[in-house]
């Protein structure tokens, strides 16, 4: 294949992505293929890394900071995932107090001291950095990046430094970590005398605040990528459900819609491919109704496979245990890329605001294969099942649609379509025991 599209897509100038790692660093680095304690930690470590990675390439934390001397750092491209050996991010451009851009490479490490004891001072890959960003600076006294030359490189810490835009806190954004079980929260005590309607208007309260900061975080993305890619960036990551967020949000990175949508078929070979769920025995894994699947996405990763091979996710990112089987991310895999293959007709409903026909697209959104799968080595379903069901586009509504479009009103006129397990758990620390809350709330 001469040209696929894939190539230089990433950058964030506003269309796309790349990517790959280097030596200890790459995506596929052990992660799920521990056999010690120590190997846990690290792939551990990773897997909150790549979280922080993938938040400031979404342009979570902003574009704008304050640098560990004082000045001001004005992100002007994010750049894309490197392919190769190297930083972090490549193409990217930084302006420092004002001056004009510096065009080169970003690195994101979990330490400052991290730029040493992985060997970028003396490697000439980092030679064209010009930005060093981590999430912790020493506890005492200072480390300065520099390069091969000696050259001196800007730093930002994400952690205590003074980010002049975006949302502080923690970098993986619920990406990482169990949930919070729903035993009552010590908040539960200011709650219980409330009255019924009190209760109402706080929940609504906290509701709009958390649409808000979701409309923030959009902002941000769009500044960084285009309206487009923010807005796929979002359902893919709606796509994850509870747990895998995370690697759909960096197959969106690496594989931006621009790129997919003049894909065949979406793209769906190379998702898979890059999702690391295309293996040389899955062919003969799968039974004789799932093989002619299994064939037409590896020529769909076939063609591709030479330019993404280095951005590929390895398997121990995805959690696969304790899902519903509809849920199964191969399965919500082939319902991303049925989006993209109707994506014109999807961003054009979202961009007019109409949203029952949005609702309606989504809904009828089909495959013959994963309308009767949910994995590509189990067998078929007895009864069929939507791509997309009703619950899972609601969710979709108000994670994504909705807060994208700043339409506050408009939800609230739509009333979603009920409470899933992260709202019951809320629910359950915040008001134990009391059903009419609850009763309340679902309606």
């Known amino acids: 294949m001469a040209r696929s599209g894939f190539e230089g897509a990433g950058a964030s100038d506003p269309t796309g992505d790349g990517g790959g790692r280097d030596g200890w660093k790459d995506v596929g680095s052990g992660v799920g293929r521990c056999t010690s304690t120590g190997n846990l930690e690290r792939s551990r470590e990773r897997v909150g890394e790549l979280a922080w990675q993938a938040r400031w390439f979404s342009g979570g934390f902003g574009r704008t900071f304050l640098g560990q001397d004082g000045e001001r750092v004005e992100v002007i491209q994010f750049g894309f995932w490197n392919r190769g050996a190297g930083p972090d991010f490549v193409g990217a451009s930084v302006s420092i107090n004002g001056a004009p851009p510096c065009r080169g490479a970003v690195e994101l490490d979990m330490h400052a001291a991290d730029w040493e004891r992985h060997g970028h001072a003396g490697n000439p890959d980092y030679r064209e950095v010009c930005l060093h960003v981590f999430v912790h600076a020493p506890a005492r006294g200072r480390f300065f990046t520099r390069t091969l030359e000696n050259r001196r490189v800007p730093q930002v810490c994400l952690r205590g430094g003074a980010q002049e835009d975006g949302e502080k ?18 908040c539960s005590v200011r709650f219980s005398g409330m009255s019924l309607e009190r209760v109402e208007a706080v929940v609504v309260e906290a509701a709009r605040r958390r649409f808000e900061r979701k409309g923030r975080e959009f902002s941000r993305m769009a500044n960084g990528h285009g309206r487009r890619e923010a807005l796929y960036q979002l359902l893919a990551a709606g796509m994850g459900y509870a747990g895998n967020e995370l690697p759909f949000t960096l197959l969106s990175q690496r594989l931006p819609v621009s790129a997919l949508s003049g894909a065949p078929a979406g793209g769906e070979g190379a998702l898979f491919g890059v999702a690391g769920f295309l293996s040389a025995p899955s062919f003969w894994e799968c039974g004789p109704d799932a093989r002619e699947k299994v064939q037409a996405l590896w020529e769909g990763w076939w063609r591709v496979r030479g330019e993404l091979e280095g951005v590929g996710l390895d398997r121990g990112l995805w959690r696969l245990a304790g899902r519903r089987p509809l849920n199964h991310p191969q399965r919500r895999l082939g319902a991303l890329a049925a989006v993209v293959r109707h994506w014109r007709a999807v961003f054009g409903a979202w961009d007019r605001r109409d949203w029952r026909g949005l609702r309606e697209r989504l809904l009828s959104l089909s495959d013959p294969f994963w309308e009767r799968h949910c994995r590509l080595e189990g067998g078929e379903l007895k009864r069929g099942a939507r791509l ?32 899933n397990e992260r709202c019951r758990r809320a629910l359950a620390r915040m008001f134990p025991g009391r059903r009419e809350v609850w009763g309340r709330m679902g309606r």
């Open 169 to 186: 806190g923690e970098g993986e954004s619920g990406w990482f970590g169990a949930e919070a079980p729903a035993w009552p929260g010590r």
């Open 388 to 419: 997309l069901g009703r619950e899972r586009v609601d969710a979709l509504f108000a994670n994504a649609f909705f807060p994208a479009a700043g339409d506050w009103e408009g939800w609230c006129r739509w009333g979603g379509g009920g409470m």
